[in-house]
């Protein structure tokens, strides 16, 4: 494994010396994997469902108050449950979490 690696692709002007087989399946082939494993993943969940997986995240009791952002919490609200929510409990939304932020937090 500590072979020198020898590209079978490309110029040889351009490969790296000291590049041994080690690194080559430890880097580049590992590279190679998680790329492929993120395509597919950004292929199956849409844009809309990761992003209410992010902003859902503002409320993980794990994390403690690390994660909590009073912002994503109201746009939480007002994109993804905009009928669950009057607007007068949404424009109080606001100043209750900032209340409680600054109480607890």
Known sequence: ??????ARR???RQQ???YTIEQYYKVDLFYAAI???LQELNNRFSEQAIELLILSTTLEPRKEYESFRIDDICK???KFYP???PDHEK???KMQLQHYEYNVV
């Open 83 to 85: 009928h669950d929510f």
């Open 35 to 37: 790329d492929s494993q």
């Open 91 to 93: 424009l109080q939304l």
């Open 10 to 12: 490309g110029r040889a």
């Open 1 to 6: 494994m500590n072979a020198c690696y020898v």
């Open 76 to 78: 939480l609200v007002n």
């Open 16 to 18: 790296q010396e000291n």
